[in-house]
């Protein structure tokens, strides 16, 4: 990010050529560094003297951009690191994103770059910049409008054009990116690492992020948890939700993009703020410089227009951002400046701000010092800009927000770009849109509520556990999940009739009946399970008519006996359970059996392992939460005794690794608070991870 010469590999006296421009970039920025152009046909480029080689160079420069051909860039990057250069940018296409021979060609670049200690940025990318040290070893177009503002955001994307793009659009709305990395193929440099880079920068205090697929998760998410410990918002835009849009970041980066629900849950598990297009990521971003974070954030909206105070009510709903009234007493005070105002919030003071500009200030004074509100968005229309008072609503607001400075004061209105800057100047946020600007406020709470957060608490180490690859049955795996703290129904494994008629008298009327063979994973679909089997003739009628459907629908299955539970009742039927995410690991899921799961898809996801807060904190999440909690008269179901088998189902899952492919709990049943949960059928999946096929 900050080198003091570079080489550039294929280097182009023509500005406009990939080879030319990043010269061509420096040299009109100012860099300091020493510039090495390398090309065999010409002793100048760009009035610098070129060389012919890289071993003709008269230094060994700190950095390299290469841009020549696929099949010269093999024997450029031994050639570099035979020298000792310590890092390249690679421009040059045609590797891993292509497939085939492309994915040999990229390992053989990592494992040269390896073997001399260089990094590589790329292959297949657009290059960076560090604008403040003119350094820019990029192929941009985008400077031909301007150069990047000074500013406190830094970029990093898996696309270039993207990325250059996002740069653009910034520059375009007077947001400062000094700083941006394009990671191109990742075969080396990811998008993780520069997350890492930049929560560690004094000069970047907000991180806005382009992704299309994890790499290298474990080096994602420590870079996620430095940002957050650092408290620097990421702002991240992932594609590739869609079939269409995850088939085309995979052939775009040749990267595991993974499954979306599950690299979300990851990002919100570190608070990052994901954003659903590039106006989106620049707002939040932008509003994230003022570095405001309310953990329990309220909104006051101070309006002149009681529609938009309607639609900006309507989308912090939507965003779960709390706007509640002012009290009674400052209502009064309110009304006693305006009669015919309405004060509750919003509080719309009507277009009287017009004929008495001096309301601005009382209102929003008013707002921030009786109501209490974290987040105050003012929307003025057209007013910012009319000469004499557009003057008095600048002063006004600055005067709050100055006495107030540890709260967020946006305002939503139309206004020049340079009176836009003095709005800036004065530490004020500006959103044309008040829609946008209440999105980007609630943003702001949950970066709070996230920062303010403690880390879940779970051991430091634990020992592994291998799992053995041999299919387990019911019975052996609910054995194995209550060696691991999991409470399980009660029941009996039962070899004949007059043994599974003493267990249902122990265990007590009525009781289930379910085949058990480690062949068998899905009982229901061969008529495998028997409820409210209620006497002693029908747990032996039972018996036998599940022996014959095992030996009617799976004549090879090895049968293990009949298992007797006691069927309990009066609980919340819940689900929970393990997948082996293959760039994440093990993942958690909880949510609600039926039709909650089926047709509303309202369950929680979490990266294993963690404690029984962040468990309960998951169980509470869901949208049916009130289902648990008590509703309609039912008692509250035991969700401490939830979330103590959630938590130690991911502690499990994280120690048995990658010879754990999947657990599936349903349904679990939650009885009343105080009576416990108890897995009333469990599949353990395991797998034998000495016959994967790892990928370059």
Not at 425 to 442: F, H, K, S
Not at 456 to 481: F, R, Y
Not at 633 to 649: H, Q, W
Not at 667 to 688: C, E, I, S, W, Y
Request: charged fraction near 20%; charge should be negative; aromatic fraction near 6%.
């Amino acid at each position: 990010m900050a080198p003091d010469s570079v080489v550039v590999v294929g280097a182009s006296s023509d500005p406009g050529r990939i080879g030319g421009r990043p010269i061509d970039w420096m040299r009109r920025a100012g860099f300091q560094g020493a510039i090495y152009p390398v090309n065999p046909t010409r002793d100048e480029v760009q009035g610098l003297r070129s060389y012919a080689s890289i071993d003709d160079l008269p230094a060994t420069p700190q950095a390299a951009i290469v841009a020549v051909p696929a099949p010269q860039v093999l024997a450029t990057v031994e050639a570099l690191g035979a020298l000792g250069v310590g890092a390249a940018v690679v421009f040059s296409s045609g590797f891993a994103e292509v497939g085939g021979e492309g994915n040999a060609a990229q390992q053989q670049l990592v494992q040269a770059a390896r073997r001399h200690g260089m990094r590589l940025l790329g292959p297949n990318c657009l290059g960076l910049f560090n604008a403040p040290l003119g350094w820019y070893p990029t192929f941009t177009s985008s400077f031909e409008g301007g150069w990047p503002l000074p500013g406190r955001i830094g970029v990093v994307s898996q696309s270039g054009a993207f990325g250059s793009y996002l740069v653009t659009l910034a520059r375009n709305r007077g947001i400062g990116t000094p700083q941006c990395v394009t990671t191109g193929n990742q075969a080396d440099v990811t998008v993780g690492e520069i997350i890492h880079w930049y929560a560690q920068d004094p000069a970047v205090d907000v991180i806005a992020a382009y992704v299309e697929g994890v790499t290298r998760a474990d080096v994602f998410v420590n870079a996620l948890n430095a940002a957050r410990q650092a408290r620097k918002p990421v702002i991240l835009l992932k594609v590739g939700r869609s079939a269409v849009g995850h088939h085309a970041a995979q052939s775009h980066t040749a990267s595991m993009a993974g499954d979306d629900a599950v690299t979300a849950a990851v990002l919100r598990e570190f608070g990052v703020v994901q954003v659903r297009s590039a106006e989106e990521l620049l707002d939040v971003a932008y509003v994230a410089t003022r570095r405001v974070y309310p953990a329990a954030n309220t909104l006051g909206v101070a309006t002149v227009s009681g529609g938009v105070g309607v639609l900006i009510s309507d989308i912090a709903e939507d965003e779960g951002l709390a706007m509640p009234p002012m009290p009674e007493a400052a209502q009064q005070s309110l009304r006693a400046l305006l009669p015919y105002a309405s004060p509750v919030n919003p509080v719309d003071c009507t277009a009287q701000a017009v004929n008495d500009s001096s309301l601005v200030q009382r209102f929003t004074e008013a707002m921030v010092e009786q109501g209490g509100y974290t987040s105050v968005l003012s929307f003025y229309a057209q007013l910012a800009d009319v000469p004499v008072v557009g003057h008095r609503l600048l002063a006004d607001l600055s005067a709050v927000r100055q006495r107030h400075p540890d709260r967020l004061f946006v305002v939503s209105a139309t206004m020049s770009d340079e009176r836009r800057r003095a709005y800036d100047d004065a530490g004020l946020v500006v959103l044309e849109d008040a829609a946008r600007a209440t999105r980007a406020i609630a943003a702001m709470g949950r970066l709070g509520e996230a920062f303010a957060r403690p880390p879940t608490q779970v051991a430091a180490s634990m020992d592994a556990i291998a799992l053995s690859p041999a299919p387990l049955s019911e019975s052996q795996a609910k054995q194995l999940l209550t060696e691991h703290g999991m409470a399980c129904s009660p029941e009996r494994l039962c070899i004949d009739q007059e043994t599974a008629v003493l267990a249902a008298r122990e265990l007590g009327w009525p009781v289930v009946l379910k085949i058990v063979s480690p062949d068998i994973a899905h009982k229901t679909e061969i008529g495998g399970v028997l409820l409210n089997v209620d006497s002693e003739a029908a747990v032996r009628a039972g018996f036998d008519t599940l022996c014959q459907r095992a030996a009617r629908h799976a004549p090879d299955a090895r049968i293990d006996g009949v298992l007797v539970a006691r069927q309990l009742q009066g609980g919340v039927e819940c689900l929970m359970g393990v997948q082996r995410d293959p760039v994440f690991g093990p993942v958690a899921v909880f949510g609600l059996g039926g039709i909650f799961v089926e047709a509303l898809q309202d369950v929680v996801l979490h990266r294993c392992p963690f404690d029984e807060q962040e468990a309960e904190r998951m169980i509470r999440s869901i949208r049916a939460a009130a289902v648990l909690t008590g509703i309609r008269n039912r008692p509250p179901a035991d969700i401490p005794a939830l979330a103590r088998m959630l938590s130690r189902l991911s502690v499990f899952a994280h120690r048995a690794g990658d010879t754990l492919e999947s657990i599936d709990l349903n349904p679990v049943l939650a009885l009343p608070a105080g009576q416990g949960a108890f897995a009333l059928d469990a599949l353990v999946q395991t797998r034998n991870p000495s016959h994967e096929v790892s990928c370059p």
